[in-house]
């Protein structure tokens, strides 16, 4: 018992991060994406909208801390329009009321007086963009008969590229990637990444998606990308911030946004990637 207690040490150390929490997280989000797609799918739009608010308020006490407010509830509100404008209204929803909030946010920093009104612009839009925008394509995801399919195959895809990129990297990881941003990141962890996501990639086209297998390896070449990238986008934001982690509610993990980083950008790309083999195959 001494010695598993020793190896999870180790392994912990080398990680950055608590493995046995993180993995008992992991596993219940999965329950609850699963069971959301399963009884009532707009359970799920709900669900994304409240990790999707949760991890605005990680931005803006991020943003807070470095001396540059932007609203909260305002961004909230944005959230909870987008994600119903999407769910109703797909595409031309999520873009019309994204065209509606971006303004009002602006108008109300405005409202605040001049002082420091381009940082708070800028901080109200990369947040409106990065987390409740890129997070209606989840919606978009889980909008048709076949959401079920599509996110948990979109689950498996970044499943593999952030579990078997952990394992590869703590187990043999020995080249940083990006020494500057993420230190323990290595290649050796990408390769991992590339190589079981292209394997699960197959493997969840050809028996979810019920599509030929092949289109799994191409999806997932893209999804190892964008979700590396995620990653690598939040923790540059946590350097400049000079933060370890965006938040602490999630165990293993961090915040909700370090949970978040990988699935944002990869959202688009799996929607894409979809729409065009939905048109040419």
Request: proline residues 4%; aromatic residues 10%.
């Amino acid at each position: 018992m001494s010695d598993l207690h020793s190896i999870n040490e180790a392994i912990n150390k080398k990680a950055g991060r608590k493995l046995l929490p993180s993995i008992g997280v992991g596993l219940s989000l999965i329950g609850l994406v699963w069971f959301a797609l399963s009884y009532q799918r707009e359970i799920f739009a709900i669900v994304v909208a409240i990790a999707v608010v949760l991890g605005v308020r990680e931005i803006v006490r991020a943003f807070s801390a470095r001396g540059i407010t932007i609203s909260f509830n305002g961004l909230a509100i944005a959230t909870v329009g987008l994600t119903y404008a999407t769910w109703n209204g797909g595409v031309a929803g999520l873009a019309i009321a994204t065209a509606i909030a971006f303004p009002l946010l602006l108008i109300r920093a405005l409202l605040q007086g001049p002082e420091g009104f381009v940082a708070k612009a800028t901080g109200t839009t990369f947040a409106l963009l990065y987390l409740p925008f890129l997070a209606g394509f989840l919606i978009l995801l889980a909008r048709p008969s076949t959401g079920f399919q599509r996110v948990m195959t979109f689950m498996v895809l970044v499943g593999c590229n952030d579990t078997f990129g952990y394992i590869v990297g703590v187990l043999l990881g020995k080249h940083p990637l990006v020494p500057k941003i993420s230190p323990k990141k290595t290649w050796e962890g990408l390769a991992g990444s590339t190589v079981f996501t292209v394997i699960g990639g197959c493997l969840a086209f050809k028996y979810i998606m019920d599509m030929h297998w092949w289109i799994g390896i191409i999806v997932g070449l893209m999804i190892v990308f964008t979700a590396t990238c995620g990653d690598l986008i939040e923790s540059a934001m946590k350097r400049d911030m000079s933060l370890k982690d965006m938040g602490s509610l999630l165990p293993g993990h961090g915040g909700m946004l370090d949970r978040l980083d990988s699935v944002v950008l990869s959202a688009p790309a799996m929607w894409l990637a979809l729409e065009l083999v939905k048109r040419f195959l």
